[in-house]
């Protein structure tokens, strides 16, 4: 059987957050100059016997402040959401190309090896490489040793043969001597093909189709 492992060491535009600032200003203005002539009102017909407090005058006026800080306040964290939501969008753009290491299904194109780099359980004695095909079906098992930090998975199936291109996933079994003590998916290099929003997430295309949020990333390297 040959060796099959190497170890080695267009979203839309979101809404412009100026145009909604300057509509809530020129409410807040209006609403403004409406207080103040219901004030004056209040004022001009007040029973001249049992006249209005100043306190209360003061308490209206302490009320609509904060009422207007408020707004000022919503305008300036809408700002700034929109602000860091596409400072994300532009940086995670620049990701398109890249190989993005994740625990997710990644595609064979029966030509570039499949790198990843395998996690076992503490204190695993031996561990189990464990391929996967599109449906979940295993087709290959193939011993490693617990301590390599990085594999590559070439392809080839026990007669030497290349498998089919197509979407594979892998899973590393660790054990002990006392048999199966974890199964656990392994992070694989995977090309990024598309970013884009969706809500408060940017999510991240992978070569196989899948999509996850650019949190699940845990490292990037050049192609090749």
Same mark, same amino acid.
């Given at each position: ?13 979101? #809404? ?19 207080? /103040? *002539? ?28 904060? @009422? ?9 964290? *809408?700002?700034?959401?929109?602000? /860091?939501? +596409? ?32 996690? $076992? ?25 617990? +301590? ?5 998975? +070439? ?19 660790? $054990?002990?001597?006392? +048999?199966?003590?974890?199964? *656990?998916?392994? #992070?694989?290099?995977? *090309?990024?093909?598309? @970013? ?5 997430? @940017?999510?991240?295309? /992978? ?5 996850? #949020? ?11």
């Amino acid at each position: 059987m040959v060796d099959q492992i190497t170890a080695t060491q267009p979203t839309p535009p979101a #809404p412009s957050a100026s145009g909604a600032t300057a509509s809530d200003k020129a409410a807040l203005s209006s609403d403004f100059e409406t207080f /103040l *002539r219901m004030l004056t009102v209040q004022v001009q017909n007040q029973d001249p016997l049992n006249p209005v407090d100043s306190t209360d005058y003061a308490t209206q006026l302490a009320t609509f402040s904060s @009422v207007e800080q408020q707004v000022l306040t919503n305008d300036l964290l *809408r700002a700034m959401s929109t602000a /860091l939501g +596409g400072d994300a969008l532009q940086e995670t753009s620049g990701w398109i190309g890249m190989e993005a290491l994740a625990r997710a299904p990644v595609w064979f194109d029966r030509q570039t090896p499949i790198a990843m780099r395998p996690e $076992y359980a503490p204190g695993a004695e031996s561990a189990t490489l464990v391929v996967r095909d599109a449906d979940g079906a295993v087709i290959q098992r193939i011993a490693v040793t617990p +301590g390599q930090d990085a594999l590559l998975w +070439g392809g080839g199936d026990d007669n030497g043969e290349v498998l089919p291109a197509g979407v594979y996933r892998f899973e590393i079994e660790s $054990y002990d001597s006392d +048999g199966l003590i974890d199964t *656990r998916a392994a #992070p694989t290099y995977n *090309r990024i093909t598309e @970013v884009r929003r969706e809500g408060d997430d @940017v999510l991240v295309r /992978l070569s196989d189709g899948t999509e996850l #949020p650019k949190s699940l990333v845990t490292g990037l390297r050049a192609p090749g």
